[in-house]
């Protein structure tokens, strides 16, 4: 029986010291009122950081579709030029089966490497200026 008192008491001590806070917090209503003015600006505080966040996300969304159809138009014209040089390459294939025309070919490649050599050589220099 003396157990039960112990405990009993030892559950009241606990309770008592809790409860001495609760009053002395609760009574007052200025200090609530204090908690309700924190907790309003808490939630407008959080309200703007939500608007803030739903703004960037939305700007996010913006931008990922805009590079999305943009990549679009870049594939659409990654596909046209690997038709044209696909032809390309199906002609020079053409053209190097002959040997008078691979001939033709190495004249052709020596002087466009000539010109390109003759125009830095004079850019560089500056002869002309």
């Not at 409860?19 to 917090?25: A, S, T």
């Not at 020079?92 to 052709?108: G, L, P, R, T, Y």
Request: glycine share 8%.
């Amino acid at each position: 029986m003396s157990y039960k008192r112990d405990s009993h008491a030892s559950k009241a001590g606990l309770f008592d010291s809790y409860g001495g806070i609760e009053e002395g917090r609760g009574t007052s209503s200025s200090h609530r009122e204090i908690n309700e003015h924190d907790n309003d600006q808490a939630v407008e505080n959080l309200q703007e950081r939500v608007m803030f966040l739903k703004r960037l996300t939305g700007d996010i969304h913006e931008e990922v579709e805009s590079h999305n159809r943009m990549l679009d138009i870049m594939g659409s014209g990654m596909d046209a030029s690997r038709g044209l040089l696909s032809g390309t390459m199906d002609r020079f294939k053409k053209v190097f089966d002959k040997k008078s025309n691979q001939k033709i070919c190495k004249v052709a490649a020596y002087f466009v490497v000539s010109f390109i050599t003759v125009y830095y050589l004079i850019k560089f220099t500056g002869y002309f200026m």
